[in-house]
C-alpha cells in the first residue's frame, strides 16, 4: 500500500513537472524580429561621413557630392554621386565609370589604369604600369601588362560572349590584388559590366552598410564571387 501511495505521488508530480514545462513553454514570447529602422538622407550621409567614405572627395567639391548622394537615396534609394562637369569622372573619387567593350580591346587597359592611378594617388598608393604584351590570333588572345613590376593577366583564352565580363574581372581584381600588396583595407567592388559599366573603392565596413541600406541589385556594389556567379564567369 505504501508503495502504491508512493508511485501515485511520483505520478503526479511528474505530470505536475511537464504541465509546467507545458505551459512555460506557451507562456514564453516569441523572439522579436528585428527590423532595421530607414534612415533618413542626413543619417545616411552622416553614417558614410563616419564610415570614411568621403575622405578621398576634394575640399572643395565635398558639399556637391554630399547633396547628391542625400538626393540619391531620398529620391531614388540609389548609391551614387554626381559626376565632374561633362567628363565620366565621379567627384567622389571612388566610383568609377568603365566601357567594358573598350577596356577588353587594345588600348583600354591602359587608359582604364591611367583613370583609377587618380585613386590610388588620393590614397598615397603607387599605381606603376608597364610591359603591356599582346600575343593574338583568329581565336584566342593572350593579353598582360606589369603593375608596380608584378605581371597580371588581363585577358587570356578564346574569345566569347564572356569577354568583356571576363576583361572586367581581371582588372578589378588585379587592383585588388596591388591594395592588398599594399596593405590597404580598400577594395574595389563590381557594380555592372558593359557599355555603362561601374565599380566602386569600399571598405569592408562600407559594403556591409551599402548593403544594409539599399538595395541589393545589379545597380549597387557586391563581392566579386557574387557578380561572377551572377554573370557566369
Excluded at 567594358?100 to 604600369?129: H, I, P
Aim: charged share 25%.
Amino acid at each position: 500500500m505504501k508503495h502504491f501511495l508512493i508511485l501515485i505521488l511520483l505520478t503526479f508530480g511528474a505530470c505536475n513537472s511537464k504541465k509546467d514545462n507545458a505551459v512555460s513553454k506557451i507562456k514564453k514570447p516569441n523572439p522579436e524580429k528585428v527590423i532595421q529602422k530607414k534612415l533618413s538622407g542626413k543619417e545616411v550621409i552622416s553614417e558614410l561621413e563616419k564610415l570614411g567614405y568621403f575622405n578621398l572627395t576634394c575640399e572643395s567639391e565635398l558639399d556637391t557630392v554630399k547633396a547628391n548622394f542625400e538626393k540619391a537615396y531620398t529620391d531614388l534609394n540609389f548609391f551614387q554621386g554626381p559626376m565632374r562637369g561633362e567628363t565620366l569622372n565621379f567627384m567622389d573619387n571612388r566610383y568609377h565609370s568603365v566601357d567594358c567593350e573598350e577596356l577588353f580591346e587594345v588600348g583600354g587597359l591602359t587608359e582604364y589604369l591611367a583613370q583609377v592611378k587618380q585613386t590610388f594617388d588620393k590614397l598615397r598608393l603607387e599605381l606603376k604600369f608597364a610591359n603591356e604584351k599582346n600575343q593574338q590570333d583568329q581565336n584566342s588572345w593572350k593579353h598582360s601588362i606589369e603593375l608596380n613590376g608584378i605581371e597580371y593577366i588581363a585577358f587570356d583564352g578564346q574569345f566569347s560572349d564572356l569577354n568583356w565580363g571576363i576583361a572586367y574581372v581581371n582588372f578589378i581584381e588585379m587592383l585588388n590584388a596591388e591594395l592588398r600588396r599594399q596593405n590597404s583595407d580598400e577594395q574595389f567592388y563590381p557594380i555592372n559590366c558593359g557599355n555603362d559599366g561601374m565599380f566602386v573603392l569600399l571598405t569592408p565596413k562600407q559594403l556591409d552598410f551599402v548593403n544594409q541600406n539599399y538595395p541589393i541589385d545589379n545597380e549597387h556594389p557586391t563581392t566579386m564571387s557574387n557578380w561572377k556567379s551572377k554573370n557566369g564567369i
